[in-house]
């Protein structure tokens, strides 16, 4: 049985939403293990108690140290200390991260872990790479991104030689700001699948399996993507409700439209990985759902069940070192 530790006071609508994503979650194979307050009404499941919550405006690294016993330092400290098997939490991301590096820890090679995030494209779910873990990054930061993006498609996707294309402001080679230009420049000789430079206005479509940037730009773009979606389909909604022929059409399309909002819900993933690490962490969105809990904790489990951390252990080091290396004058 796969153990997840599930920060019962992480996100905007804690405690009571994550505990029944949790309950929703759990079966024969996954057993959520929820840490919180003493108290807390968990539906049978199990309770370690803690004490304290980091807040969402809180400082990463001071609160870190300030609140070793807080619910979301003390998931995370469990997969550092091998008590469960992961840890999903929709808390404080930074607080995620500086929790994570001081109880868990990077994988030997790995200069900083990334948040792969795993976009619904056209032609099949598309891991972008850094989704907002490293607002700042030199460019050898994002060549062995790429390396644990394509060991990720390739292990959790299933994709052979994914390829591999990084986020810029045109297909162009000469299109970018340094950044760019010099990773790009590290991506062609790095032995991936590069093929070039990919804009934000085709991420739904699936152009490449892994797109590649900074952090800075992929929460960005994400965010983006997100607002839009929502948008988009709000306003979808408005118009069909507006006339009676609306009406109509959207009972014609309904199972098409329903179709199509599940696979861009973001709810439909629930989480996201922190990759780079000893251990294995699922980030979920602040705002997140009791259905976008259950979904992150079943893709937490099945990078357990794919030993995502040992695959990326057994090749990203040996890869990466020596690309990064190359860079460095």
């Given at each position: 049985m796969i153990r997840v530790a599930v920060d019962a006071l992480g996100g905007d609508r804690a405690p009571e939403e994550i505990v029944a994503g949790a309950l929703l979650a759990a079966n024969d194979e996954i057993k959520p293990i929820l840490y919180g307050p003493a108290g807390l009404s968990t539906g049978g499941l199990e309770l370690v108690e803690t004490d304290g919550v980091v807040e969402m405006h809180e400082k990463p690294a001071d609160v870190v140290r300030a609140k070793p016993d807080s619910s979301l330092v003390r998931a995370v400290r469990a997969v550092g200390d091998g008590d469960v098997d992961v840890v999903v939490s929709a808390g404080n991301t930074g607080a995620l991260l500086a929790a994570s590096l001081l109880?868990?820890?990077?994988?030997?090679?790995?200069?900083?872990?990334?948040?792969?995030?795993?976009?619904?494209?056209?032609?099949?779910?598309?891991?972008?790479?850094?989704?907002?873990?490293?607002?700042?990054?030199?460019?050898?930061?994002?060549?062995?991104?790429?390396?644990?993006?394509?060991?990720?498609?390739?292990?959790?996707?299933?994709?052979?030689?994914?390829?591999?294309?990084?986020?810029?402001?045109?297909?162009?080679?000469?299109?970018?700001?340094?950044?760019?230009?010099?990773?790009?420049?590290?991506?062609?000789?790095?032995?991936?699948?590069?093929?070039?430079?990919?804009?934000?206005?085709?991420?739904?479509?699936?152009?490449?399996?892994?797109?590649?940037?900074?952090?800075?730009?992929?929460?960005?773009?994400?965010?983006?993507?997100?607002?839009?979606?929502?948008?988009?389909?709000?306003?979808?909604?408005?118009?069909?409700?507006?006339?009676?022929?609306?009406?109509?059409?959207?009972?014609?399309i309904r199972p098409a439209a329903r179709r199509l909002r599940q696979r861009l819900d973001p709810d439909t993933y629930g989480g996201a990985y922190l990759l780079g690490l000893k251990g294995l962490v699922v980030i979920s969105h602040g705002s997140s759902s009791r259905q976008a809990i259950a979904n992150a904790i079943g893709l937490a489990a099945r990078g357990v069940e794919h030993r995502l951390v040992d695959r990326l252990a057994g090749r990203v080091p040996e890869r990466v070192v020596e690309s990064s290396r190359s860079s460095t004058p």
């Open positions: 109880h868990i820890r990077r994988l030997p090679g790995v200069m900083r872990p990334a948040i792969a995030v795993m976009i619904p494209a056209r032609r099949g779910p598309t891991v972008l790479i850094d989704g907002g873990a490293n607002a700042d990054a030199r460019p050898e930061h994002l060549v062995q991104f790429a390396h644990m993006g394509v060991v990720f498609a390739e292990e959790m996707l299933g994709v052979t030689e994914p390829e591999v294309r990084l986020l810029s402001i045109g297909e162009e080679p000469e299109k970018g700001n340094q950044l760019t230009l010099e990773t790009a420049a590290l991506l062609v000789g790095s032995g991936l699948r590069f093929m070039g430079n990919q804009e934000g206005r085709v991420l739904l479509e699936g152009q490449a399996d892994v797109i590649v940037c900074d952090g800075f730009t992929g929460n960005v773009a994400l965010k983006t993507l997100e607002g839009a979606i929502l948008s988009v389909v709000g306003s979808l909604r408005t118009e069909v409700a507006a006339t009676v022929r609306g009406k109509i059409g959207g009972l014609l």
